[in-house]
């Protein structure tokens, strides 16, 4: 099993600034993609951005120029840098994993618990 801890949520103000961090631990063979998504209630989760194993980054256009994606594979850990937050960006945000946890295992999906960001005009 993957256990994922997320942590760097919390309350700002708009125009600031949160960095989010997630590190994976347990029976990992190997990471594939990582990536955050967000959900705020009422609402649909979505996704925020992505890095493949490569460094390809996706963003979801409305994050697009204001977050990035990295990550630090010699520690597991993917990172999530929020700049000129927004209300809009107000959520619970969601760290997420591609990982084998065997070398003949197939690539599964794991979930961290969600961290809450809440930017306030």
């Known amino acids: 099993q993957v256990q994922l801890v997320e942590s760097g949520g919390g309350l700002v103000q708009a125009g600031g600034s949160l960095r989010l961090s997630c590190v994976a631990s347990?029976?990992?063979?190997?990471?594939?993609?990582m990536a955050w998504h967000r959900q705020a209630p009422g609402k649909q989760r979505e996704l925020v951005a992505s890095?493949?194993?490569?460094?390809?980054?996706n963003y979801a256009d409305s994050v697009k120029g204001r977050f990035t994606i990295s990550r630090d594979n010699a520690k597991n850990t993917v990172y999530l840098e929020m700049n000129s937050l927004k209300s809009e960006d107000t959520g619970v945000y969601y760290c997420?994993?591609?990982?084998?946890?065997?070398?003949?295992?197939?690539?599964?999906?794991?979930w961290g618990k969600g961290t809450l960001v809440i930017a306030s005009s």
């Open positions: 997420t994993v591609g990982a084998k946890t065997s070398w003949n295992g197939g690539v599964r999906d794991y």
């Open positions: 347990g029976s990992i063979f190997s990471i594939n993609r």
């Open positions: 890095i493949t194993s490569g460094g390809s980054t």
